[in-house]
């Protein structure tokens, strides 16, 4: 039994990694490939039974990873984007949510002929959009960050509301059997509101006590990250322990929290919590995509896929046209957010405890919820998953341009290089703290953005959609590792870049661990591509086929392949040289390298043969 366990967990935690590789090298929604990969082990091919091979371990392990998945869905939550979503997310939380819970239970009820009873049920559990799959295409698509608050905010807040409704109109439904409806209902308002008031207590108190203890140095370093990881799970389970379901709504609060009180050891914490979330994500994929067994899936029928089809296209936009009329909110907004809303973890979760539960209360017509859920899921993650980019391209409300470059550091090279990048069709943007510097950027056209990069405000202003690439060229060579530290989880440790530091080889260069990869070259200091500036060099595009490679007083700097993909050159980084495509060359003038009497006897030998030669050729000349 033990070794049953091991194998089909670390076989979950194996398939849900390459899952995940997969979906990126595919360039899909990894979800996708994760729901094929449970479907193969489970119904397909019948390799496992998570649910037999754990037994009463399963459903409290998936409610743990489920409240962890949340917390830092939380974590996600910045108040100060209320600022520009506005009403919108208000409306998508409070009047969207009951609407879709209305729509949903009618198609169940007309459409899968399901019984008023499990039909409203069924409602309830599809009010959940996942931000578990919410958030990863978020980042795929590159939204606005208006579309994308809306997105985000309805997910990861009507997560545990969805899933508190579900629990209760289950627990109702199942105590209404052996009691009278008034007392289920007494019974249940006491136990949510005391399990919920507590959670949510908690979640909003126990932030503040921990921000207490780290600014008084009561706790270490290495300590952080688990006290706050221990804080979200007490927090849950303080809920859960009296009404099932009230703890997500306490773990959702106490990330929102965390997030919007300044906690220092916040930023550990969550590039800790962003992988342990995408294990999780993965495995609770695999194991209730899995544990549906075949008669479920031979349960399939034109009803519900009229009903799935009905959800999609009827249910949830109409309800957000409805929420969101007299709103501040645009028809494309309203277009992407009417159509997108997938479902994840949380509803598969739900759907099949509420199925079992169901049908040992006595419920004819309970076998019907697991699979029709499942339909949704699928279908929406299928549908939405593919759909969002380009749908959101073609409304105008995300990037469709080339993956750019952020420049941190305005000078005379950086500028040159900006222009030659910009006049390729490249997105640039330059950022410095100071005005005087960026005035000859403003002046050759660049857009530019004054602020601290580091600061609060510069991570509210700063919008990387367009930028895959950043490239940190101050003088500081510590500032510049900083900076690459800090946005290599967000944009890949592979796409940021620092100039070469003063002392880049030996005792004294940086770990790489510390700082961004160099840029150029390794001897391409800051100093010495200013020298090179003031001396005439100039950056080209040249076609990478015309390109001799071994030309000593050029460097290319950069590459723009024919599909568009741009990357920064750097020595740290084997590749072959670029056989198509543009390249960006930064060219030294000949002056400029030779030493000062070889300079002036070639000026002395040009001014003699200008001074020879007829004036005709001159001209010509």
Not at 456 to 476: F, K, N
Request: proline letters at 5%; aromatic letters at 6%; charged letters at 15%.
């Amino acid at each position: 039994m033990e070794d049953t366990i091991l194998l089909l967990v670390v076989g979950v935690a194996v398939a849900g990694v390459f899952g995940q590789w997969l979906g990126w090298r595919l360039k899909l929604p990894a979800i996708i490939p994760l729901l094929v990969i449970g479907a193969i082990a489970g119904p397909i091919a019948g390799i496992v039974k998570p649910s037999v091979a754990l037994g009463e371990v399963m459903r409290p392990a998936i409610g743990m990873a489920v409240a962890i998945i949340v917390f830092e869905g939380g974590l996600n939550l910045n108040l100060r984007e209320l600022r520009s979503a506005g009403s919108g997310v208000l409306r998508l939380v409070a009047v969207a949510l009951p609407l879709n819970w209305l729509f949903g239970t009618l198609a169940a009820h007309f459409v899968a002929g399901m019984s008023w009873q499990v039909s409203i049920l069924v409602g309830a559990i599809l009010v959940v959009t996942g931000p578990t799959v919410i958030m990863p295409l978020l980042r795929q698509a590159k939204l606005e960050p208006r579309s994308a608050a809306f997105l985000k905010w309805e997910a990861i807040v009507n997560d545990p509301i969805g899933a508190t409704i579900t629990l209760l109109v289950l627990s109702f439904l199942t105590l209404s059997t052996t009691m009278s409806n008034t007392d289920a209902v007494l019974q249940l308002a006491w136990r949510t509101l005391l399990g919920g008031g507590i959670a949510a207590a908690l979640g909003l108190a126990v932030p503040f006590g921990i921000r207490t203890l780290f600014r008084r140095d009561l706790a270490p370093e290495y300590l952080k990250t688990p006290i706050l990881l221990a804080g979200a799970l007490g927090v849950y389970a303080a809920g859960e322990a009296i009404q099932p379901e009230t703890g997500l709504v306490g773990a959702t609060l106490f990330g929102v929290v965390l997030a919007n009180i300044d906690v220092t050891g916040l930023q550990e914490l969550r590039r800790f919590k962003e992988s342990l979330t995408v294990f999780l994500v993965s495995g609770l994929f695999i194991l209730l995509t899995a544990n549906i067994d075949r008669q479920t899936v031979m349960m399939l029928s034109w009803p519900i896929a009229a009903t799935t089809l009905a959800i999609l296209f009827v249910a949830r936009p109409l309800a957000i046209g409805l929420a969101t009329l007299g709103a501040k909110v645009s028809w494309s907004e309203r277009l992407l957010v009417g159509w997108i809303g997938p479902r994840g973890v949380v509803a598969a979760a739900i759907a099949g405890v509420a199925g079992e539960r169901l049908a040992k209360a006595g419920y004819p017509d309970a076998n019907l919820v697991l699979p029709l859920v499942f339909a949704v899921i699928a279908s929406t993650v299928l549908l939405h998953g593919l759909s969002l980019a380009p749908l959101a391209r073609r409304l105008k409300l995300a990037s469709g341009g080339r993956g750019g470059v952020l420049i941190v550091g305005a000078s005379a090279w950086t500028i040159g290089l900006g222009e030659a990048l910009r006049g390729a069709g490249i997105p640039v943007l330059l950022v410095d703290r100071s005005a005087n510097a960026l005035r000859a950027a403003r002046l050759a056209g660049l857009q530019t953005l004054r602020v601290e990069i580091l600061s609060v405000i510069g991570e509210e202003v700063v919008d990387l959609r367009d930028y895959e690439h950043l490239l940190a060229a101050t003088p500081d060579d510590a500032y510049n590792a900083l900076v690459c530290t800090r946005f290599a989880p967000e944009l890949g440790r592979e796409r940021v870049y620092q100039i070469a530091p003063d002392d880049s080889t030996g005792r004294y260069a940086s770990a790489r661990e510390w700082r961004g990869k160099i840029a150029v070259a390794m001897d391409m200091a800051h100093a010495r591509l200013s020298d090179l500036m003031q001396a005439g060099a100039s950056f080209l595009v040249e076609p990478a086929d015309q390109r001799s490679g071994d030309d000593e007083h050029s460097w290319v700097v950069a590459t723009i392949a024919t599909n568009g993909d741009f990357t920064l050159v750097s020595p740290e980084q084997e590749a072959p040289p670029p056989t198509d495509g543009l390249v960006v060359v930064l060219h030294q003038p000949v002056l400029a390298v030779e030493p000062v009497h070889r300079k002036r006897r070639l000026i002395t030998l040009l001014t003699s043969r200008l001074r020879s030669a007829p004036l005709e050729q001159k001209r010509g000349a």
